[in-house]
């Protein structure tokens, strides 16, 4: 599989991202050689910039994104990835406020990004908790993270479920977790410190508009991960992942794979 890294400037070292985190990462999704949810992306990408009060250029239109990856990604051939975006503020040294922006972005290849692209063991994480506040639900550096990737690696886990201070659920390292028990999906709130997510968003969407469960946004105890049937975890970054394994507990994941069939054959149907 081929590694495709664009940048629209020159990366310097000395860059804001690369200092201070001063950035914002997003992903764009292509499926059988097109891009699919490119409006969910692109207003979540502009919602994101406004939190980190980015300068958003007027060139940054959806029409300029899907121009750009046409050529830089999907004539390449490539036919099923996750484009990862990330924009961050220039060391142009004007103040913060009016400091110009500038991207660059990396393909990774996948096979069909609405389907489960493997099974994951997980575990719960007590030494650190991450936030629950109007940056907490994009996508942007957190050290909460690194530290837990780490103690992922160390215990030989693929992720990690992440509370908040109140000792809720939020998320995991990389995605959203969603827990079906009978026919309800609970997923964390948002105001829990759960990710926006244009991936998961667009198939909750879809399962709650075709009545295949009920979805109920609730604060969760970790505890709950152990009464679940089934746990999908659902990453922008990553893709979808079903939850084999918390702790001495096995999970299967016939409802959600069914879930998986009927959404990605609406996609398939012509427009």
Same mark, same amino acid.
């Not at 664009?6 to 914002?24: C, E, I, K, M, P």
């Not at 060391?91 to 996948?110: I, Y």
């Not at 939850?243 to 069939?261: D, H, Q």
């Given at each position: 599989?081929?590694?495709?890294?664009?940048?629209? @400037?020159?990366?310097?070292?000395?860059?804001?991202?690369?200092?201070?985190?001063? %950035?914002?990462?997003?992903?764009?999704?292509?499926?059988?050689?097109?891009?699919?949810?490119?409006?969910?992306?692109?207003?979540?990408?502009?919602?994101?910039?406004?939190?980190?009060?980015?300068?958003?250029?007027?060139?940054?239109?959806? /029409?300029?994104?899907? %121009?750009?990856?046409?050529?830089?990604?999907?004539?390449?051939?490539?036919?099923?990835? &996750?484009?990862?975006?990330?924009?961050?503020?220039?060391?142009?040294?004007?103040?913060?406020?009016?400091?110009?922006?500038?991207?660059?972005?990396?393909?990774?290849?996948?096979?069909?990004?609405?389907?489960?692209?493997?099974?994951?063991?997980? @575990?719960?994480?007590?030494?650190?908790?991450?936030? %629950?506040?109007?940056?907490?639900?994009?996508?942007?550096?957190?050290?909460?993270? &690194?530290?837990?990737?780490?103690?992922?690696?160390?215990?030989?886990?693929? @992720?990690?479920?992440?509370?908040?201070?109140?000792?809720?659920?939020?998320?995991?390292?990389?995605?959203?977790?969603?827990?079906?028990?009978?026919?309800?999906?609970?997923?964390?709130?948002?105001?829990?410190?759960?990710?926006?997510?244009?991936?998961?968003?667009?198939?909750?969407?879809?399962?709650?508009?075709?009545?295949?469960?009920?979805?109920?946004?609730? /604060?969760?105890?970790?505890?709950?991960?152990?009464?679940?049937?089934?746990?999908?975890? &659902?990453?922008?970054?990553?893709?979808?992942?079903?939850?084999?394994?918390?702790?001495?507990?096995?999970?299967?994941?016939?409802?959600?794979?069914?879930?998986?069939?009927?959404?990605?054959? %609406?996609?398939?149907?012509?427009?």
């Amino acid at each position: 599989m081929q590694k495709i890294i664009y940048t629209l @400037d020159h990366l310097q070292l000395l860059n804001r991202s690369f200092l201070y985190g001063d %950035a914002v990462w997003v992903s764009f999704f292509i499926r059988n050689g097109q891009i699919i949810m490119g409006e969910e992306s692109y207003f979540f990408l502009m919602a994101s910039m406004r939190k980190m009060r980015l300068t958003i250029p007027l060139t940054y239109t959806l /029409e300029f994104f899907q %121009a750009l990856f046409q050529n830089e990604v999907l004539s390449k051939g490539i036919q099923n990835a &996750i484009i990862q975006l990330m924009v961050y503020r220039k060391q142009d040294g004007k103040p913060l406020p009016r400091s110009e922006t500038s991207f660059f972005f990396e393909v990774d290849e996948k096979q069909d990004i609405l389907k489960i692209q493997g099974n994951i063991e997980l @575990d719960l994480i007590k030494e650190i908790n991450v936030n %629950a506040n109007l940056l907490s639900n994009i996508r942007v550096h957190s050290p909460e993270n &690194i530290f837990a990737q780490i103690y992922a690696e160390e215990n030989d886990l693929d @992720d990690v479920i992440l509370l908040n201070p109140n000792k809720k659920i939020a998320r995991s390292i990389f995605g959203n977790l969603l827990f079906l028990q009978g026919n309800v999906v609970k997923i964390p709130k948002q105001t829990d410190g759960a990710y926006i997510s244009p991936l998961m968003e667009n198939f909750v969407t879809f399962v709650h508009k075709n009545k295949l469960a009920e979805i109920e946004e609730a /604060e969760i105890i970790a505890f709950e991960s152990q009464k679940a049937d089934e746990i999908l975890r &659902i990453s922008d970054e990553k893709g979808i992942h079903s939850v084999s394994k918390i702790r001495n507990k096995t999970f299967e994941n016939t409802g959600f794979s069914e879930m998986l069939v009927r959404w990605r054959q %609406a996609f398939d149907l012509p427009v």
